[in-house]
């Protein structure tokens, strides 16, 4: 892509005003599409600046909010008794009657903080961070199925092939990091149903999607040399490439050619990069306590460390997945061994980026994709009991640092936890909210395709929640 | 409405400083991309009754609705659209600040000013209007060539003061027109032959021999099988396999036995439903099964069907009428004057089939029914022979089995049951041919119209359990009418519908996505969508004259395509001035050849075949090349694992790589391959750290440049120059220049020397081979790196 370099500077310059960063990376595609005003930044860059990164913890499979964070003494008392009609309004399930009884729920709640949050006995060290903490309870969203579900919450479409937000953010205000990715994908726990598409770029250009790393010291596909090829080997190989590929372009002049020798050169920077990365031995011993982290062991715990770490070398978009939370039976075990994986690492992510300055302009997510139903889930021929279906009614989720409201909760739901009597929030409320922290406007930043321009909240009307905004 | 061809219109205006304004040309774009959303074909959203798409009717562009006129053809002064493109009142300005549309710059004004004061004619659209032979161009230059495909290039090229490039040299076009027709680099044999056949009719020799090569027919059905989302897996939930591998072949044969693109369409759309349909006919009708499907128990299976319908439908629009007509799905599409209610008449042609809408489970040998077997005579009567002997021996197994139960001597039962282990044995090894056998026979999901046909309902906002008004099967009202054979249409009619001379869209869809094919970019850019929301035609008569020549040609595909590849266009050099690339980077002018990186398939089959790894074996299973670790594992849902295939079959051509759609291998989709869950009509091609990562380290890549490493040392056992040619020559199809010689012939000094001092690392790179002496494995290991380094070369992942 040929970019003017004047243009290149404004942008750059105007990145460096407003303290976000350079995007330095893949910024070109943008350059040439996007009408700069008269004040040479992009049109979409609406609002103050008050996360420069994501990370987000999507606890997929749909957590529970009954057994966490959503406390419903009403259904204790109701326990075992068929839920009112009037309260269903011919909502269908895939594994439930209709008139499937109450579940009351499984663990003890207590108030924590200056704050007041009512968490369960289930997150004990999130309980400790409580006011830090932003509790949305009355998050809704348009699908009961996991994987369209998930969809609609990475990529604001139930269906696969759009632009996931990472993506998106890799696109509008590119990276900090010129040897790592920007949006960076992990998984710990159970499957996704979402699969790859929850991190893809759709119809924007595919360097915009997520890098899923993978398990063991070696994150980046290929970014190890292979065996017998030494970083000297590697280093002459790029001289001699970068000779003749100059030669070729001293002839034919072809932009592109330039292009791929700036890729290689940042490809040989990232073979440098992810060694220093992934090597946890500069962490102190307190650290790696806090979080849990154990050596040799890649899990969630792990996972929140290399967040981090990321976040400090520039990566824009940290997506970390947390999958088996699908609690169509026994929710009281699922929730026990889920919460045991993640709530120690939550709250120390939230505490170590707060004790490094960083989580003011860090923006951390956790959430699923939907709610668990008041009603229980049992079936012999499934062998199924003490679960419970898919809600996409109502369903918690909370932010933390980059620019919300701390210890505060939005949003009600009724007394039997079945919809949202205040403060409604819909997935994408909830994706503008987040854009809008990072300075977007989310009904400007579009991309067309196929005749038409895409938004990641989609083409009805959504606004970001001010309440949760500082 | 004035019904005009686009020809006539369009073709005395060429340059963007010509006086003239074209309706369709100019004005058509900018009414669509910032009126229509409000003021356009989706009666729903229109807004204070004006549609600017059309100029009579109650709502049309002329009407005077309260006192006030829109367009006033003849006079700004009287046409409320100049007064709010123009006011700079925020209140009263279109489009409005709230549409975040971008306002229309003064150029733009400046046509939409012409336009209405020569009378604001309106012209039907032109991808809407059947394509008709343009007048042959007057040429300043009638040397330069006498094919119409030149001279119609020549005519825009003169009209913006610009010359076309010269010849190619030998050595680059039969390495372009190798790739571009078999997706293969020319052998160093090839180019040398190439090289001393001065006949002048040396290159066209060479055009008949490859469009005659199978690789042809591998090589374009790759884009057809992008276009159709062809794949190996269902795409959703435990994205289970599916055996689609007869249809991906039949594809293959259909371009090497060059069947009429008419044929290919109906065989495709309404194959089931010939009477004694072959098994071509019925095996092409799965293209109406390529969708994605989801396994049971997850979601309702009314919305599942519904879904499985707009995905077929879909797939229509964008492969034959480079439409989307998925838009028309909740609402009047908003660009294209597709209603709804045309939208839904489409899908009932779709939504008869006799099939269920999710998988039940895992489906057995991929195949959901309905399918077919296609297997020879001779398979079904061993397969009848082998279900025979198993039921008798099944039979054995029971009655020696209740013998055994009534036998009370302890001693005779224990040599009954001996008896009954070896029976049982026989049993399983005769099971185990059986289901071999059973699994050899080739079968195919078929199209399967159900005998009474389902009503259609619009859906409400394209919700799938909201049905509203009942519409009949149709074609979309703005184009050709569709003659039906019976009383109620079929799908055959909607088939010959699409491949009538009279529809405007089908030739024209694919005679562009083929111009693509060849030069990068096709006539109108946008070729997934040639309606109002994508580009208007660079060279609009050449896209006529070649869909009319396509469709008097009796829809010839390889006519087409040696048509466009002898042109003087195709045959120009890509070397260009700065400033030419600066102007036109995606060459959209044609004064040059064109030049871009190769498509992921075409780098890898490259690499397997300049090394000497390529197996040609043709069709049949999908293979899987080893890949890195833990990929599937990260997405699955059913603890499948990613096994590698052994053999020589890793080293097939990558169009028969297994293609998950949860995760399709990274080889291809790190080089831009789509991912197959939709209908890709054109590939981006991005320039990214993870492709330089991918072909500098992938440990496959760096064997295969071993092995042409060992083919070159043994080749030119002693003789250094006399190999660094060889090895340049087989990757890049060139010779290298004095400079390029030296720098290559230092880089193996210095890696062998490197490779002597560390034992280890050659040792490393030699594993598995029997090479010799420390002083063979250095020489191997850095030639090994050298040829990894050529493959990485631009001009070795460019076609140019």
Known sequence: MNVPPLLHRTRRHFFQDCGIGVGKIALASLLAKESFGATGKPDFMRFPIKAKRVIYLFMAGAPSQLELFDNKPKLKEMEGKPIPPSVIKGQRYAFIQPDAAVLGPRFPFAKHGDSGAELSDRLPYLSKVADDLTFVKSMHTDHFNHAPAQLFMTTGSGIPGRASMGSWLSYGIGSESDDLPGFVVMRSGGNLSGGSAMWGSGFLPSEHQGVPFREGSDPILHVSNPKGIDRTAQRQTLDLLNKLNRGTHQRLRDPEITARIDAYEMAYRMQARAPELMDFSKESKETLELYGVKEGKSDFASNCLLARRLAERGTRFIQLYHGGWDAHSNVEGNVKNNAKAIDQASAALVQDLKQRGMLEDTLVVWGGEFGRTPMVEASAALKRSGGRDHHPQAFTMWMAGGGVKPGITLGQTDELGFHVSEDPVHVHDLQATILQLLGIDHSRLSFRFQGLDFRLTGVEEHHAVEQLIA | MISCSLVCLLSHAITAEAKEVSFNRDVFPILSDRCFACHGPDAHERKSKLRLDRADGEDGAYRTHEGTTAINPGSIKDSELWYRITTDDADEVMPPPKAHKKPLSKEEQAIVKRWIETGAPYERFWAFVPAKKPDAPKLKDNNWSNLPIDRLVLAKLEALNLHPSTEADKRTLIRRVSLDLTGLPPTRDEIKAFLSDDRSEAYEALVDRLLGKKQYGEHVARYWLDLVRFADTNGMHKDFYRNFIAYRDWVIRAFNDNLGYDDFVRYQLAGDLFSNATSDQLVASAFNRLHLIIDRGTALPEESFFKNVVDRVTAVGTTFMGMTVHCATCHDHKYDPLTQKDFYSLFAFFNNIDAAPETGGRPKNGLQPPFLPLGTPEQHKNLEQFSKQLAESDNEVKELEKKIAGEKEANKKKVLSQELGSLTGKYNALK????????????????????????????????????????????PEFLPALKKAGETATRMDLADWFVDPSNPLTARVVVNRFWQQFFGTGLVKTSEDI???????????????????????????????????????????????????????????????????????MIRDQILSTSGLLVNTMFGKSVKPPQPDGLWKSVTMTGERFKADGGDAIYRRSLYTYWKRGMPPPQMTILNAPTRDACIARRERTNTPAQALLLLNESEYLKAARELARKALEAEATNGPRRLAFTYETVTSKLPDEKERQVLDDLVRNLQKNYLEQPALADAICQGLNVGDAEKKAQLAAWTVLVNALYNLDITKTRE
């Open chain 2, 531 to 601: 309606g109002a929301q994508g580009e208007v035609p660079s060279h609009p008569e050449l896209l006529d004259h070649l869909t009319v020549s396509f469709i008097e040609s009796g829809w010839d595909v390889k006519t087409l395509i040696k048509q466009i590849v002898l042109s003087r266009t195709y045959r120009q050099s890509s070397v260009s001035k700065p400033e030419q690339f600066a102007k036109d980077p995606e060459n959209r002018n044609l004064a040059r050849g064109s030049r871009y990186r190769m498509d992921a398939e």
């Open chain 2, 432 to 475: 185990g041919n059986r289901d071999r056998l059973d699994r050899e026979i080739p079968r195919v999901m078929v199209m399967k119209e159900r005998m009474e046909v389902r009503p259609t309902h619009i859906r409400i906002r394209g919700q799938y359990d909201a049905p509203g008004e009942l519409v009949t099967r149709n074609t």
